[in-house]
């Protein structure tokens, strides 16, 4: 593994305690496309389980991983709202990929960091990745059942209904939105399984590809879920998933 510069000066945005940047993780054999991880974390911090671990995963599928350290705020009160800034990290992270030379580009991002990928690919006048993986994606920051951490590190305790329904990914998606995987338990009590079902009934109204499955057990941020029996299938079908879109080792 590789540290890649994400910001060729300082990025634009608040300052924060870590800068952002990208990890490559290459694959042993030329690559078809690559994929660019978001870990979770409430936009206060980054778990670890959901960017290592995948991209020592997606290697192994020949498939070229980069993890991305997108900007966030820890638990400090009183900060400014942290929005955009971890948009356009990811946002950049997509470019400098594409300049390295990957061609097809996923996003695939678990909790916060779902949402984070689900903002993107649902943003006007961006450059989008080709395709998406959510895990058990933070969608919603519009209802009742809303998180309302997530809500608050991005927005500031003084956010708009306006601004949080420009970041709920389900009320922005279009036909031009990349095809999706998304995963998510229905026992997740942190994030509900609705947020899933909420960016899924999205996707089929504007035609968007897309593959659901809502497991019956486990409890949220597990990342691979390799200790829960059910949700423990959703690497392999998510594998099939991305060799359909054309991401895997390179044909000779």
Known sequence: MTDVPL????????????????????AAEPAAGAVVVCPGGGYSGLAAH?????????VTLGIDAYVLRYRVIGDEPGRAPLHPAPLNDLRQAVRVVRERGAG???VMGFSAGGHLTATLATAPRVERPDAIVLGYPVID??????HSWSRRQLLGPDGTEEQAAALSAHLN???DTPPAFLWH???????????S???AGALARAGTPYELHVFPEGKHG???AQDVPAASAWPGLCATWLAAQGFGPRSS
Not at 185 to 195: F, I, L, Q, Y
């Open 7 to 26: 910001w060729p000066g300082t990025p634009p945005g608040p300052a924060t305690a870590e800068a952002p940047g990208l990890t490559f993780y290459p």
């Open 197 to 199: 079902l909420l960016f």
């Open 141 to 146: 920051f519009t209802g009742a059942r809303s």
């Open 104 to 106: 097809r580009v996923a």
């Open 185 to 195: 338990t229905a026992a997740d009590e942190s994030v509900p399984a609705t947020d």
């Open 50 to 58: 959901e960017g290592a671990d995948v991209a020592r995963w997606l």
């Open 222 to 224: 597990l990342g691979l």
């Open 173 to 175: 998606v279009t036909a």
